[in-house]
């Protein structure tokens, strides 16, 4: 079974440039969840989409835009990268309905700002 | 706003013995926590969801505490082995589909 899958693994950009993190599940979930891990900070949350065709903002929503393409597909977009956007970055699905609930993480992405 | 905290100090103890994880919030209680593993270089996977109403939850060897009156939430692994050598996260929802993340507590457990 496939999960949560995240492309891509691995990414160096440099600063100014942008790009986009795709993220698909196929677990029919409802709601998915991009995060991102520093070290000493724990996962934060940047942005959610409750269901299909709404998107909202999570803790650390600047520097980043989101699109949910379909109910599969969650994308991540960084406009113009910052050195302090290099970080891990998860991408989450959840099955629940009004409250969220289990979560089913990717493998992640790693991404270095030059 | 509502906090996650979890020890940040990495947690040494021997093989066979039982582990002790804290996690204390801050707020108003959440009407689930959640405990997840995380492996280096991996994403994190659930392990258990304990609800409000509930004081007490198992698994196998987990077992969940949730007190809301100390604002506080253990996670225990009885008989630990080498191979639960991984980080804990603690997750509280914070209303609606918001989960946040405390930072994780790092557990070596030596043979």
């Known amino acids: 079974n496939a999960g949560v899958t995240q492309t891509p693994k691995f990414q160096v950009l440099k600063t100014g440039q942008s790009m986009t993190l795709q993220c698909a599940q196929d677990?029919?979930?409802?709601?998915m969840y991009w995060y991102r891990q520093d070290p000493g900070m724990g996962l934060r949350l940047i942005y959610y989409?409750?269901?299909?065709?709404?998107?909202d903002k999570g803790e650390v929503p600047n520097g980043y835009n989101v699109s949910r393409l379909n109910k599969r597909e969650f994308s991540l977009r960084l406009e113009s990268a910052a050195p302090s956007q290099t970080s891990v970055y998860f991408c989450?699905?959840?099955?629940?309905?009004?409250?969220?609930?289990?979560?089913?993480f990717g493998e992640g992405s790693r991404l270095t700002v030059l | 706003s509502q906090k996650i905290e979890q020890n940040s100090e990495a947690l040494n103890i021997q093989e066979g013995k039982t582990a002790t994880l804290t996690c204390n919030y801050t707020?108003?209680?959440?009407?689930?926590l959640q405990w997840y593993r995380q492996d280096p270089g991996r994403g994190p996977v659930f392990l258990l969801l304990i609800r409000e109403n509930e004081k007490e939850k198992r698994k196998e060897r987990l077992k969940v505490t949730f007190d809301t009156t100390l604002k506080q939430s253990l996670f225990h692994i009885t008989a630990s082995q080498p191979a639960d050598s991984a980080t804990y996260l603690c997750?509280?929802?914070?209303?609606?589909?918001?989960?946040?993340f405390g930072a994780g507590t790092r557990l070596f457990v030596k043979a």
């Open positions: 677990m029919n979930h409802n709601s």
């Open positions: 707020n108003y209680s959440p009407a689930y």
């Open positions: 997750a509280r929802n914070t209303g609606g589909f918001k989960t946040i």
């Open positions: 989450a699905s959840s099955p629940s309905g009004h409250l969220a609930g289990e979560l089913f």
């Open positions: 989409s409750a269901s299909e065709g709404t998107t």
